[in-house]
């Protein structure tokens, strides 16, 4: 248990308490500082432990093992461990160019202001689809994979910057009228996964 966890396990214990105080002796809230206890058991101790919650969840959900969770999932978990050097969820999760802890989070935020709360929405927006059947299968986007998110990694990396094909459409790859997508276009490949072998290393801890 982490010390936010406990921090937390702590605050509701607190809250609980003083709920149960103001509950047993109901004729403390008449006065001033039994009002003023009143409101933190009832508002400001319950709102503390809500965001407390919900950060810490936010928090997890940022995680490979949170996202993978998901069944309908399961087959752009396998993609990460396929045997093939252009298959691109592979090369970059098997030599750890992204955080293997949070690869599904590295590649799919939109590196915004408020990129963090749209990766939310879309992501219950899936769910909502998934719950009632609605979602497509094999997942799909709701808008273009932008290159700002290759871009957040790849950019002054000598690399992308020295290699005669990144040079040559720099300009394009910047504006997004070009997209990386167009060369780098073996991604997930979940419909036909069964054709690669699998890699069986440790990418470790």
Known sequence: MTGFSITLCALGVATLAVIALVLRRPEAAGAAGGKILAFVA????PGLLLLGGAGQHYQQAKTTQFCLSCHTLGPYGESLRADHPSLLPAAHYQNR????????????????????????????RHVWHNVWGTGSNPVELYEPFPNRTCLECHKGARSYEEHPDHARFHAELLDGSRSCLMCHNLVHEVETLDRFPRWEGDVGP
Not at 42 to 45: D, Q, T
Not at 100 to 119: I, V
């Open 42 to 45: 009832l508002f400001v101790l």
């Open 97 to 124: 160019r992204i955080p293997t802890d949070r690869a599904c989070y590295a590649c799919h935020t939109n590196y915004t202001m408020f990129g963090d709360f749209d990766d939310k929405v879309r992501g219950v």
